[in-house]
């Protein structure tokens, strides 16, 4: 099983930029599907991007697919999230997660086998 720790995670400015990352150790890790979701207070977790194991497949959630790219390195075994224009509706705790199996359903959370802690995005107006 793979493991997943995230970092990142802050405080910006409404059309400020953050980059999240995710390491990943254990199992090889460039065997998984990776991607990133989001969790805001009082809403369920949802998807926000998607990248397959060589990297040369993105999906993207519609509200950020013009400000956020996934990409990942796996000599590194690490997945990044760059994210720009940040609004205040994109505050919230953000998940990296890792599944094995190749799916067209990318967008249901119970698909993924592994998860990182999360770590928090606020963005101030």
């Known amino acids: 099983q793979v493991r997943l720790v995230e970092s990142g995670g802050g405080l910006v400015q409404a059309g400020g930029s953050l980059r999240l990352s995710c390491a990943a150790s254990?199992?090889?890790?460039?065997?998984?599907?990776m991607a990133w979701f989001r969790q805001a207070p009082g809403k369920e977790r949802e998807f926000v991007a998607s990248?397959?194991?060589?990297?040369?497949?993105?999906y993207y959630e519609d509200s950020v697919k013009a400000r956020f790219i996934i990409s990942r390195d796996n000599v590194k075994n690490m997945l990044y999230l760059q994210m720009s224009n940040l609004e205040p509706e994109d505050t919230a705790v953000y998940y990296c997660?890792?599944?094995?199996?190749?799916?067209?359903?990318?967008?249901?959370?119970?698909?993924?086998?592994?998860w990182g802690q999360g770590t928090q995005v606020t963005v101030s107006s």
């Open positions: 997660a890792a599944r094995l199996t190749d799916t067209d359903d990318i967008y249901t959370r119970d698909n993924y086998d592994a």
């Open positions: 254990g199992r090889a890790a460039e065997n998984y599907f």
């Open positions: 990248i397959s194991r060589s990297g040369d497949l993105t």
